[in-house]
């Protein structure tokens, strides 16, 4: 059994920051990849960005310069800062553990307002 738990989505202004944790627990094997998807009303869900076990990163085009993704190994938490937010961004954001299977978070709503 593997647990996400997400938290730091909110309300904010146009232009604002917000960030996002996810820590995972349970049994957890090697975590290969975490990362961050977002899904808009009307829209598939999408990469935001990721980090492998390595620290190789990788953003959506979209999101590149504004947000940063991190991770404490140790404390299997990944967090995803994000900056000058804009209205677009509005989604709700899934925090997603991959080792050799797939896990995801429940979702926090990230709602940026113009």
């Known amino acids: 059994q593997v647990q996400l738990v997400e938290s730091g989505g909110g309300l904010v202004q146009a232009g604002g920051s917000l960030r996002l944790s996810c820590a995972a627990s349970?049994?957890?094997?090697?975590?290969?990849?975490m990362g961050w998807y977002r899904q808009a009303p009307g829209k598939q869900r999408e990469l935001v960005a990721d980090i492998t076990k390595f620290g190789i990163t990788n953003y959506a085009d979209s999101v590149k310069g504004r947000f940063t993704i991190s991770r404490d190994r140790a404390q299997n938490t990944v967090y995803l800062e994000m900056n000058n937010l804009k209205p677009e961004d509005t989604a709700i954001y899934y925090c997603n553990v991959r080792t050799h299977l797939d896990y995801w978070g429940q979702g926090t709503q990230v709602t940026v307002s113009s």
């Open positions: 349970g049994s957890l094997f090697v975590i290969n990849v």
